[in-house]
């Protein structure tokens, strides 16, 4: 269950869950483009092969269409179906996989119609003498950020360099995917760092 802020009432989530039959229901108390969701991660962490996560809506779940799919994905993956109760969507049985199937479709158009923009839009700065895009600049706070958000297998790479005002690929040259530091980092986190692979004299 997901309500926006402290005075909304999840009531009406909380009873069609339970008349859906679901055995343990988990709450958040946030935005629908929060990355920090607790009820969402612990509902993920109690999930096993066999369970299905249940749903009111799609948006309680996702920030968007692609994170949605992404999450569907990773519980496919382990055996866990997903039904969301006013969607008639259901992965447990073969036409509700088929009918998230089209939405795994539509998240990849969404996307590459994003980029396909994003594009356009750079060469039609360059064309005005602007050099366009995010700024590639990493500073030690954005980096702490980047390793903290890069370790919860919720947010997207993609995500995570949009929030910090940062390119992908500045992104992936300070962080691997696990949020562990690359040698890049040791110029930003001091001579200190334990970074793998990487040796830090003392100036």
């Not at 009873?15 to 991660?41: F, N, Q, V, W």
């Not at 269409?65 to 992965?91: A, C, E, F, N, S």
């Not at 995917?177 to 040698?183: K, V, Y």
């Amino acid at each position: 269950m997901r309500v926006s802020t402290g005075e909304q009432s999840l009531d009406l989530q909380r009873d069609a869950l339970k008349r859906s039959g679901c055995e343990r229901t988990y709450e958040d108390i946030c935005s629908g483009r929060a990355t920090e969701r607790p009820g969402l991660s612990k509902a993920l962490d109690a999930a096993r092969q066999g369970d299905a996560l249940v749903v009111w809506k799609l948006d309680r779940i996702g920030r968007s269409l692609p994170h949605v799919v992404g999450l569907v994905g990773d519980l496919q993956k382990r055996g866990v179906g997903l039904k969301v109760l006013t969607g008639d969507v259901d992965t447990t049985t073969v036409t509700g996989r088929l009918v998230f199937g089209i939405f795994a479709t539509l998240a990849e158009f969404e996307r590459d119609l994003i980029h396909e923009r994003t594009m356009a839009g750079l060469v039609a700065a360059r064309a005005r003498g602007r050099s366009g895009g995010r700024p590639r600049v990493m500073t030690k706070a954005k980096l702490k950020t980047a390793m903290t958000m890069m370790t919860d297998r919720e947010n997207a790479a993609r995500d995570v360099a949009a929030q910090l005002g940062i390119s992908l690929s500045t992104l992936y040259a300070y962080v691997d995917a696990q949020g562990q530091p690359r040698a890049r980092s040791a110029e930003l986190l001091g001579k200190r760092a334990r970074i793998p692979g990487v040796n830090l004299k003392p100036a």
